[in-house]
């Protein structure tokens, strides 16, 4: 299969000369350390761009890129401090800062598969430089997408197709598990591809920004536990996925499949002993053998990719097109205070809160349990994975309780997320927390209180920030000026911004 990979066009007579000797490049870049994360990116941007564009043997591409590889990559993850911890859709400052990182992968990528193929059309192909350039155009290209799924928008196409052409050419070339030098450490090249395949398959849309890079770090130490294999009869196609080699896809689950894989141009990923270690993690987690400060995090996020990661999700419930608004905030406060437009609310410390002014968001779709929403563009820019709303039509008399599980903005300004319905309606309440060890003092918090719904038999439960729930903690509830004594029973949902907790009231 020929090497048909996304390059740009190269000029025939460039103006400026681009620059290739390692010495004056890292003279350069010594002399620009003290600049900002946004001056660096614009530097290192131009330099890319001029190289990438013009005629260079492919022992001098390599050894400028090699140069500039460090600090394009410090450059990138200082950049990803603006963008991977916002809200959507971004701001400004922190859409710069993401498209300078994607810019800066994605020229990184261009070199190396520039050098690649120059390689590859030498009559003589003389050392490994080819499995050097797979590699590193790979990891460019992953963290380039990595970009993309930390600010919720879908990867071009291109992206699937070039990995897969430098898979399979360095799978001709037998260099695939041949071990690579990358900064600090050992890879290959499967390594790289295998990364990049299973951050696509865990569903980074309803992932927060954090456990999107967290589980990029975790798989990086469980990378030997999944497998490529050619195609072969199975005993069970769970934990198995096909990926076409002459496509711009991701992998695809085997069950999803409508027809059987093809030997000559497919092959599969077998994650069952990826899943069974992290099975093994969570285990230790869950039962206080290994000691984490991100305990609860941890385990939530090992759940979730243990799931996408095994035995794919199915929906449950049809999606149905309707038109029409409604109104959204954001938060157990500001949902306290729409709720209660006659009552004057103020925070626990005493504070007055100022006024709320609801969003305008369109409805796209509605399932049984949910629906999908698009952002009108005057509406506020709060919206994380994990975030509670409250949503409201102008026909409605209630606040119904929501929580966000996916985002998908199709450029950086137009924001989609799916909502999951928690209930109806919801009761305001002040809750006096206590603290889980005598030496150290409570505090209050505002709270929702969910009834119980027989109906969909669903128990009676509370809203409240994470990091709240314990077994068996107490919180003195004060609800319709009455006080009541409630026990937190039962953990029912936990995202990065509350907790819902099953409740008993102490008589």
Same mark, same amino acid.
């Not at 999107?212 to 130490?221: D, Q």
């Not at 090992?302 to 149905?320: D, E, N, Q, S, V």
């Not at 008399?397 to 199709?410: D, E, G, Q």
């Given at each position: 299969?020929?090497?048909?990979?996304?390059?740009?066009?190269?000029?025939?007579?460039?103006?400026?000369?681009?620059?290739?000797?390692?010495?004056?490049?890292?003279?350069?870049?010594?002399?620009?350390?003290?600049?900002?994360?946004?001056?660096?990116?614009?530097?290192?941007?131009?330099?890319?761009?001029?190289?990438?564009?013009?005629?260079?043997?492919?022992?001098?591409?390599?050894?400028?890129?090699?140069?500039?590889?460090?600090?394009?990559?410090?450059?990138?993850?200082?950049?990803?401090?603006?963008?991977?911890?916002?809200?959507?859709?971004?701001?400004?400052?922190?859409?710069?800062?993401?498209?300078?990182?994607?810019?800066?992968?994605?020229?990184?990528?261009?070199?190396?598969?520039?050098?690649?193929?120059?390689?590859?059309?030498?009559?003589?192909?003389?050392?490994?430089?080819?499995?050097?350039?797979?590699?590193?155009?790979?990891?460019?290209?992953?963290?380039?997408?990595?970009?993309?799924?930390?600010?919720?928008?879908?990867?071009?196409?291109?992206?699937?197709?070039?990995?897969?052409?430098?898979?399979?050419?360095?799978?001709?070339?037998?260099?695939?598990?041949?071990?690579?030098?990358?900064?600090?450490?050992?890879?290959?090249?499967?390594?790289?591809?295998?990364?990049?395949?299973?951050?696509?398959?865990?569903?980074?849309?309803?992932?927060?920004?954090?456990?999107?890079?967290?589980?990029?770090?975790?798989?990086?130490?469980?990378?030997?536990?999944?497998?490529?294999?050619?195609?072969?009869?199975?005993?069970?196609?769970?934990?198995?996925?096909?990926?076409?080699?002459?496509?711009?896809?991701?992998?695809?689950?085997?069950?999803?499949?409508?027809?059987?894989?093809?030997?000559?141009?497919?092959?599969?990923?077998?994650?069952?002993?990826?899943?069974?270690?992290?099975?093994?993690?969570?285990?230790?987690?869950?039962?206080?053998?290994?000691?984490?400060?991100?305990?609860?995090?941890?385990?939530?996020?090992?759940?979730?990719?243990?799931?996408?990661?095994?035995?794919?999700?199915?929906?449950?419930?049809?999606?149905?097109?309707?038109?029409?608004?409604?109104?959204?905030?954001?938060?157990?406060?500001?949902?306290?205070?729409?709720?209660?437009?006659?009552?004057?609310?103020?925070?626990?410390?005493?504070?007055?809160?100022?006024?709320?002014?609801?969003?305008?968001?369109?409805?796209?779709?509605?399932?049984?349990?949910?629906?999908?929403?698009?952002?009108?563009?005057?509406?506020?820019?709060?919206?994380?994975?994990?975030?509670?709303?409250?949503?409201?039509?102008?026909?409605?008399?209630?606040?119904?309780?929501?929580?966000?599980?996916?985002?998908?903005?199709?450029?950086?300004?137009?924001?989609?997320?799916? !909502?999951?319905?928690?209930?109806?309606? $919801?009761?305001?309440? +002040? =809750? %006096? @927390?206590?603290? /889980?060890?005598?030496?150290?003092?409570?505090?209050?918090?505002?709270? !929702?209180?969910?009834?119980?719904?027989? $109906?969909?038999?669903? +128990? =009676? %439960? @509370?809203?409240? /920030?994470?990091?709240?729930?314990?077994?068996?903690?107490?919180?003195? !509830?004060?609800?319709?000026?009455?006080?009541?004594?409630?026990?937190?029973?039962?953990?029912?949902?936990?995202?990065?911004?509350?907790?819902?907790?099953?409740?008993?009231?102490?008589?």
């Amino acid at each position: 299969m020929a090497l048909i990979l996304n390059l740009p066009i190269l000029k025939e007579n460039p103006v400026i000369i681009a620059e290739t000797r390692p010495q004056k490049i890292s003279l350069y870049l010594t002399s620009l350390r003290a600049q900002n994360p946004q001056e660096l990116a614009s530097y290192l941007l131009s330099e890319l761009t001029t190289l990438n564009r013009q005629k260079v043997s492919p022992a001098n591409r390599i050894l400028a890129l090699d140069t500039y590889r460090p600090m394009i990559i410090s450059t990138c993850h200082a950049l990803a401090e603006h963008y991977s911890d916002a809200s959507l859709p971004l701001h400004s400052q922190e859409k710069a800062a993401a498209s300078a990182a994607e810019s800066l992968w994605l020229e990184l990528g261009y070199g190396y598969k520039l050098a690649l193929v120059d390689l590859q059309n030498q009559l003589i192909k003389i050392g490994n430089n080819s499995a050097h350039c797979i590699q590193r155009a790979m990891h460019a290209i992953a963290e380039q997408a990595l970009v993309y799924y930390q600010t919720y928008v879908t990867p071009p196409s291109h992206l699937w197709g070039d990995l897969h052409q430098l898979y399979f050419c360095a799978a001709q070339l037998g260099v695939q598990n041949q071990s690579l030098q990358d900064t600090d450490q050992q890879t290959t090249i499967e390594n790289t591809y295998v990364h990049a395949l299973l951050m696509s398959l865990a569903d980074t849309q309803h992932l927060s920004q954090q456990n999107i890079r967290l589980a990029a770090t975790f798989l990086a130490n469980h990378l030997k536990d999944a497998h490529i294999s050619a195609v072969a009869p199975l005993e069970s196609t769970a934990g198995v996925f096909v990926i076409d080699l002459k496509s711009n896809q991701p992998p695809v689950a085997y069950s999803k499949r409508q027809t059987l894989p093809d030997p000559a141009t497919d092959i599969l990923l077998l994650t069952i002993d990826l899943v069974k270690a992290l099975h093994l993690q969570l285990s230790n987690l869950q039962n206080n053998q290994l000691v984490s400060a991100t305990r609860e995090n941890e385990i939530d996020l090992l759940t979730y990719l243990i799931m996408h990661w095994g035995i794919t999700p199915k929906r449950l419930f049809r999606r149905l097109p309707k038109n029409g608004d409604l109104e959204l905030v954001t938060g157990i406060a500001d949902i306290q205070q729409v709720a209660n437009p006659n009552m004057a609310i103020s925070h626990p410390d005493g504070k007055q809160i100022k006024p709320i002014l609801p969003s305008r968001w369109q409805i796209l779709n509605i399932s049984a349990n949910g629906m999908s929403i698009r952002r009108h563009p005057t509406a506020e820019k709060n919206i994380r994975i994990g975030s509670l709303v409250g949503i409201k039509t102008k026909n409605e008399a209630h606040w119904s309780l929501a929580v966000v599980r996916w985002a998908n903005c199709k450029s950086r300004d137009k924001l989609d997320i799916g !909502l999951e319905l928690i209930a109806p309606q $919801a009761d305001c309440a +002040t =809750a %006096s @927390i206590a603290a /889980p060890a005598t030496d150290q003092k409570g505090r209050n918090e505002t709270v !929702l209180l969910v009834p119980e719904n027989t $109906a969909t038999k669903q +128990t =009676a %439960s @509370i809203i409240v /920030p994470r990091g709240t729930y314990a077994t068996a903690r107490q919180l003195t !509830l004060k609800h319709n000026n009455a006080i009541q004594y409630a026990l937190l029973t039962k953990l029912i949902d936990r995202t990065q911004h509350f907790e819902q907790v099953q409740y008993s009231v102490i008589e």
